[in-house]
């Protein structure tokens, strides 16, 4: 079980810039999936970013090219890079992690078990 913290949540307009961080409180070892994850009002949780534990990434269709996951793993925090944010940017930003299984991590967010309380991301037009 690991303990998760996001931060750098805000309101930007249409094309702005936000960077969230996610704090774990103990070391993440190198078996872990990491991931970044969002909710709308109204809409389920949805998969925006992972990262396998050799570091390989991969994006929700929606954000390839504007946004990019990335792990410290001296600081022992996760990364969200947001680019170019649109409107339906707009969510609650979760970053969560679980016990790899293999080396391929999912985007399903039922298959993550330590997860943070969340982070507000507002993009207006």
């Known amino acids: 079980q690991v303990q998760l913290m996001e931060s750098g949540g805000g309101s930007v307009l249409t094309g702005g810039t936000l960077r969230l961080s996610c704090a774990a409180s103990g070391y993440l070892n190198s078996r872990y999936c990491l991931g970044w994850f969002r909710q709308a009002p109204g809409k389920e949780r949805e998969g925006v970013a992972v990262i396998d534990p050799d570091g390989t990434t991969r994006y929700a269709d929606s954000v390839r090219g504007r946004i990019t996951i990335s792990q410290d793993n001296a600081q022992n925090t996760l990364a969200l890079q947001m680019n170019s944010l649109q409107p339906e940017d707009s969510a609650t930003y979760y970053c969560?992690?679980?016990?790899?299984?293999?080396?391929?991590?999912?985007?399903?967010?039922?298959?993550?078990?330590?997860w943070g309380q969340g982070t507000q991301v507002t993009v207006s037009s």
């Open positions: 969560a992690a679980s016990r790899a299984r293999s080396g391929f991590c999912t985007n399903l967010p039922a298959r993550y078990t330590d």
